[in-house]
């Protein structure tokens, strides 16, 4: 009976010793992952590769998470397993730029996975039914909704001053088309910032070129509107964000033959870098506030 318990005490110590080893490694992994992609100083911008769609992984120095856009399908979660730790399962923003299936169908499965603290919408309306289990989703996980509105801020790191600035839709866009709808905003950190768009159209465009001082639209980093489209990309607006690198988020050999060839010719007129996920797959860039860096 003693030697039982002898045995049996080993086994315990032995189990217990696993178990500290296993939680070390997690630990471990967890903050090499988090020193791979730019420690605790640095802002993570993430253009995903889900094939014909928009979804843009953001971190913040302090941790704080925003996916905009979920992308077609399930692709986003595979996605997210490659530039979030396999312990996080909260983001704290999501964002729709519109309700077009492209844009927010991943996010339908992913939010039996993760918890979210908010979605931001643009204010377009959808009826099809693939949006409506969208919805359903939302209010069953209790998720708190707010619509996009011109100088709305959302924070992602108060210290050290990340966020998301929108600056379109200026109106209630509740009877326009998804595309015209379409959310328009800036991510600044520092010296730093990113125009980002969904679909949105040449006249989107000319309406934040008309509202906002061109001066202010000025960013190093520029994802380019509707995956390319020639509806999208109207040259001065394209002049006014001035960007060293554009990002085209599509699928390869998609049906709409994006990226266009007016959108590529413009971008190339003004010397800029073009970066296509159909080609690059998954895009990252971080910034220390003073200047982005590839990843």
Known sequence: MENQNKVKRKIDKFRLGLWIFFILVIITLGVWQSVLLGGNKTLQVSVLNIGQGDSIYIKAPNGNEMIIDGGPDQKLLSELGSVMPFFDKSVDVIVVTNPDKDHYAGFIDMLDRYSVGKLIESGTISSTPTYHAFEEKVKEKGIERIIAQRGMKVVLDEKREVYLEILFPNRDVSSESSNDGSIVAKLVYGNTCMMLQG?????????????????????????????????????????????????????????????????????????????????????????????????
């Open 199 to 295: 679909d949105s159209t040449a006249a989107v465009e000319q309406e934040v070129l008309i509202k906002e001082n061109k001066e202010s639209l000025k960013c190093e980093l520029l994802k380019v509107g509707h995956h390319g489209s020639r509806t999208s990309s109207l040259p001065e607006y394209i002049k006014a964000v001035s960007s060293e690198t554009a990002i085209i988020s599509l699928g390869k050999d998609n049906r709409y033959g994006h990226p266009h060839k007016e959108v590529l010719e413009t971008l190339e007129n003004q010397n800029i870098k073009i970066l296509r996920t159909d080609i690059e797959g998954r895009i990252t860039f971080v910034s220390d506030g003073k200047n982005w860096e590839r990843k």
